[in-house]
């Protein structure tokens, strides 16, 4: 029944909001389980990589779910000079007034260097107060920023100008703190900096577990007395669960009196920089290992790299599972998919099936008379071509292009074609026909065997009035740039999977940078591409996606001596139940760990 149906939702968000409730009235009136070091000033000033409100987002779904009461946020000083040159050379802190060094080490920052500087040693004073309160306190403290693990005593590197940790560590001994303090590393990025300006210390540990070295062997070695572990790419829960639980005793074995956990979210798989495939699952995992490890020794938490806009998720959820509630937190691909879910309840399957009445077309019937049924072309087996612009027009893709100044638009369907049913949606409004959106579709149950699938074997966004510029060239493959609603049509595509009952959609990315931008939200049907693709990232890494996929086409990656050449394996974003736990199931992180070891790419 429709009402019961309606009923159950609104008995559990009830039930929800007297959890959430219950948790806000003995989390203002109880102890503190957790304290928190925040400033407005944390976010990052705008640019290419990172989400300047991480910081907000975290802060707000605690308080939210009744975690934490935002009286109790303790907002941080900024960093002083004094404290600065602790650890960091004096001629290297004034060249940090020079546009030119700031633009070097936060390249695409649309900032001043004196508005980049003191963003930063803000969140240099989130970790002093965070290691302050730690030490006067107990317990778990955590600064909702800082992890600025890259920074050197006498230069930055990796978007690091300060290297907060050892600033706090330098803060705390000046205060007269004679403890030992273990700094675990576990950024997909390796502590480099930390390591090395604590080399001098004999009562700092530092670990890291890393995909590789950003330094020579030998200066390494040099540098870093203690443990640094480079894992390499394409890491799955059970090898870096396995990485972890070997360095993690090591670490505590040293009887630390303060614990500094540097927690990135960077090697998630859904992260958009990382090459690691550390599931949600995982990366709590790791998260709560640490907190168990540390035990009762003082606990300071920074966040460290995370890039895109549902890297706050990741640690939000792993901070509220240390508060008692371990619900999952929406990814943004999840919240778009709720919206479409919500459009597609509004269309109904014959409205999609209907072939509208038009009195002033003359017919086969009028001419020959009446011959029963007309039977019409049917997309997929199921929508009409009059059902297909409805869909577009439902899913805001026609408002979109209308929006470009496409005023008039046809929908086409070839249920001929070689490799499945093709359809296009065609400007026409001067005079001229131009192919704006272009998919050939078939269900498939060849890409994941026992698993039937919407299959893509052809897509094509663009927008051919639109002109490349300097800034945004073309892609490789691309003739025009692209339409700017990939989104609005994979979602459709995923609705249609859902209508049509098959368990996910499938896709070739035809280029490097397709499946670049698709990972987070798809992944490889086949694990050894998987590992292979994230071996490409890793030496690939450091250059822009457009450089990064033009390297992919020219040949300039290799692979045994030869030019790499791309090849277009099917990417999966799953649906159902049952193809979720396949494509996360333990075999298949074997075999991405199996084949991640034999595999070498270079970029010449």
């Given at each position: 029944m429709i009402d019961g149906e309606n009923r159950e939702p609104r008995s559990e968000a009830w039930l929800r909001l007297v959890r959430r409730l219950g948790r806000r009235l003995r989390t203002e009136l109880g102890p503190a389980r957790l304290r928190v070091v925040h400033h407005p000033d944390y976010a990052a000033p705008p640019g290419p990589v990172s989400d300047p409100r991480r910081a907000d987002r975290i802060l707000h779904h605690l308080h939210r779910e009744g975690l934490l009461s935002l009286r109790r946020v303790l907002a941080p000083a900024t960093a002083t000079l004094g404290q600065l040159t602790r650890v960091h050379d004096p001629a290297y802190l004034q060249s940090l007034a020079d546009p030119v060094v700031i633009e070097r080490l936060v390249p695409g920052v649309d900032a001043t260097p004196g508005e980049v500087v003191r963003w930063q040693r803000r969140h240099v004073g989130g970790t002093i107060l965070a290691v302050r309160e730690a030490l006067a306190h107990g317990g778990l403290t955590v600064s909702l920023g800082g992890g600025l693990h890259h920074a050197h005593a006498d230069r930055g590197s990796g978007f690091c100008l300060l290297n907060d940790v050892a600033v706090a560590i330098a803060d705390a001994r000046a205060r007269?703190?004679?403890?030992?303090?273990?700094?675990?590393?576990?950024?997909?990025?390796?502590?480099?900096?930390?390591?090395?300006?604590?080399?001098?210390?004999?009562?700092?540990?530092?670990?890291?577990?890393?995909?590789?070295?950003?330094?020579?062997?030998?200066?390494?070695?040099?540098?870093?007395?203690?443990?640094?572990?480079?894992?390499?790419?394409?890491?799955?829960?059970?090898?870096?669960?396995?990485?972890?639980?070997?360095?993690?005793?090591?670490?505590?074995?040293?009887?630390?009196?303060?614990?500094?956990?540097?927690?990135?979210?960077?090697?998630?798989?859904?992260?958009?920089?990382?090459?690691?495939?550390?599931?949600?699952?995982?990366?709590?995992?790791?998260?709560r290992a640490v907190v168990a490890a540390a035990g009762s020794t003082p606990l300071v938490w920074v966040l460290a790299g995370g890039y895109g806009a549902d890297s706050w998720r990741l640690t939000a959820r792993?901070?509220?599972?240390?508060?008692?509630?371990?619900?999952?937190?929406?990814?943004?691909?999840?919240?778009?998919?709720?919206?479409?879910?919500?459009?597609?309840?509004?269309?109904?399957?014959?409205?999609?099936?209907?072939?509208?009445?038009?009195?002033?077309?003359?017919?086969?019937?009028?001419?020959?008379?009446?011959?029963?049924?007309?039977?019409?072309?049917?997309?997929?087996?199921?929508?009409?071509?009059?059902?297909?612009?409805?869909?577009?027009?439902?899913?805001?893709?026609?408002?979109?292009?209308?929006?470009?100044?496409?005023?008039?638009?046809?929908?086409e369907v070839d249920t001929n074609h070689d490799t499945g049913h093709l359809a296009r949606l065609v400007a026409t409004d001067r005079g001229q026909r131009e192919i704006l959106i272009e998919v050939v579709l078939h269900r498939s149950t060849d890409v994941v065997p026992g698993h039937e699938l919407l299959y893509a074997e052809w897509m094509l966004l663009q927008n051919p009035r639109k002109q490349a510029t300097a800034e945004r060239?073309?892609?490789?493959?691309?003739?025009?740039?692209?339409?700017?609603?990939?989104?609005?049509?994979?979602?459709?595509?995923?609705?249609?999977?859902?209508?049509?009952?098959?368990?996910?959609?499938?896709?070739?990315?035809?280029?490097?940078?397709?499946?670049?931008?698709?990972?987070?939200?798809?992944?490889?049907?086949?694990?050894?591409?998987?590992?292979?693709?994230?071996?490409?990232?890793?030496?690939?890494?450091?250059?822009?996606?457009?450089?990064?996929?033009?390297?992919?086409?020219?040949?300039?990656?290799?692979?045994g001596g030869e030019p790499l050449v791309w090849d277009a394996e099917p990417m999966v974003v799953p649906r159902s139940a049952a193809l979720t736990?396949?494509?996360?199931?333990?075999?298949?992180?074997?075999?991405?760990?199996?084949?991640?070891?034999d595999l070498v790419f270079e970029v010449r």
């Open positions: 007269g703190f004679t403890g030992r303090v273990a700094v675990i590393d576990l950024d997909m990025h390796p502590g480099d900096g930390t390591q090395g300006i604590c080399a001098a210390d004999p009562d700092v540990f530092t670990l890291s577990l890393h995909g590789v070295d950003w330094a020579e062997p030998a200066v390494v070695a040099a540098a870093v007395a203690d443990r640094n572990v480079a894992l390499g790419p394409g890491v799955t829960d059970a090898a870096f669960a396995a990485a972890l639980g070997d360095a993690l005793p090591e670490a505590m074995a040293t009887k630390p009196d303060l614990v500094i956990y540097v927690a990135g979210t960077d090697g998630a798989a859904s992260d958009p920089l990382g090459n690691w495939l550390l599931s949600d699952d995982g990366m709590r995992d790791r998260d792993s901070l509220a599972s240390e508060l008692g509630c371990d619900d999952s937190i929406p990814t943004l691909r999840d919240g778009e998919l709720a919206r479409f879910r919500e459009i597609a309840g509004r269309i109904a399957n014959d409205e999609l099936q209907a072939v509208p009445d038009d009195d002033l077309r003359i017919t086969w019937a009028d001419i020959y008379g009446d011959l029963g049924p007309v039977k019409h072309r049917r997309f997929l087996d199921f929508y009409t071509e009059w059902g297909l612009e409805l869909a577009l027009h439902e899913y805001g893709i026609l408002d979109h292009v209308e929006a470009l100044g496409f005023t008039r638009t046809d929908v060239p073309l892609l490789p493959g691309q003739t025009h740039p692209g339409l700017g609603c990939l989104d609005k049509l994979m979602g459709m595509l995923m609705m249609a999977a859902e209508r049509l009952e098959l368990e996910g959609l499938a896709f070739r990315p035809a280029r490097y940078h397709v499946a670049a931008m698709a990972r987070g939200w798809a992944s490889f049907a086949d694990p050894v591409v998987e590992a292979r693709f994230a071996v490409m990232r890793q030496a690939l890494e450091g250059l822009p996606l457009a450089a990064q996929s033009t390297a992919v086409a020219t040949g300039r990656l290799w692979e736990a396949t494509l996360g199931s333990a075999e298949r992180q074997q075999a991405v760990d199996d084949a991640v070891t």
